[in-house]
């Protein structure tokens, strides 16, 4: 007897490689799935702005990478002695004007020259409600400022929609070669009300499949389905009943990279994997003659990595080697 419905994902037609650069933006699950990415050695950029939720500020800040904006003292603003950005995280601010506006504008022109040559843009959605300011602007964190100071809306299917085309018509002047992921975010917003988040969820869906079906660089990955249709059991989510745990994770991770890494770079993650097993290995005896040869032996298996992908970052693993050896 069958008590669940599994889904394989189909894979994708062309597929992400380790010689790729990877440009993810969006919610806290583009953070754990890119997480993953830098770990087996993918040429990976992460949420410049931080962690981002909605179409509007996740699109438009896009669009400011791409224009390669710098901000000034005019887009700060002060909130209990703290300097902040209403398009950033709270990870941007800083008690100093000057050193919150260097910490954006570093990130901004990394952002920028990265973008400019990826190959794959990641984008994870996670809620179609946005929260304005008096003077209608969309902010991307609300900073802990008080909630009667804003705005709260309901994005609707097309308003996503137009918001995320306007961004990806911007993008294919600035890249032509980039090509697109949508997802979306399985982490339910349950402070928005269980319907209102199932609302919300769908106006991203809707947008999302109408952009794929029109745009021939655009892909969907089904994360969301993957939790909600496939797992659907709280015993894969954290305490909070809100966000998927690590069991979810890693399911999702496993769908992903079957349906999305090419072969010859899911043979590169096995040995990375080993790599990195080899690093996290606690010695019995590290003075022993046995450990010796352990370094040298995967010393040799990453140095033959590289040589034979040259593209890889493996300088750390090599060091963690060296440096193991040249103290015995």
Known sequence: MEFRLPFTPKPFIQ????????????????????????????????????ILFNPISIS?????????????????????????SWSHHTKFSDVNKAQALEKINQSQKAAHEFLKNADWLIITLGSSYVYELENKKVVANCHKVPTDKFNKKLLSALEVENALQNMLEKLKSFNPNVKTIFTISPVRHLRDGFVENNRSKANLIAAVHDLVASNGNCFYFPSYELVIDDLRDYRFYAEDMVHPNYQATQYVWEKFTTACIDEQSLSIMKEI?????????????????????FLKTNLGKTLQLHQSNPYLDLTAEIDFFESGINNF
């Not at 597929?15 to 087996?40: D, M, R, V």
């Not at 994997?273 to 040869?293: C, D, E, V, W, Y």
Request: hydrophobic share 35%; charged share 20%.
């Open 15 to 50: 597929k992400l490689a380790h010689h790729h650069k990877l440009f993810l933006a969006g919610s806290c699950f583009t953070e754990q799935i890119g997480a993953k990415l830098s770990n087996y050695k993918f040429k990976t950029i992460e949420n410049p702005n931080g």
């Open 60 to 84: 438009e800040n896009i669009i400011s990478y791409i224009d390669e904006k710098m901000y000034n003292e005019n887009d700060l603003f002060l909130n209990n002695e703290i300097w902040g």
């Open 273 to 293: 994997g080993m790599i990195n097993a080899a690093k996290n290995h606690r010695p019995f005896n590290p003075t022993s003659n046995q450990h010796l040869q």
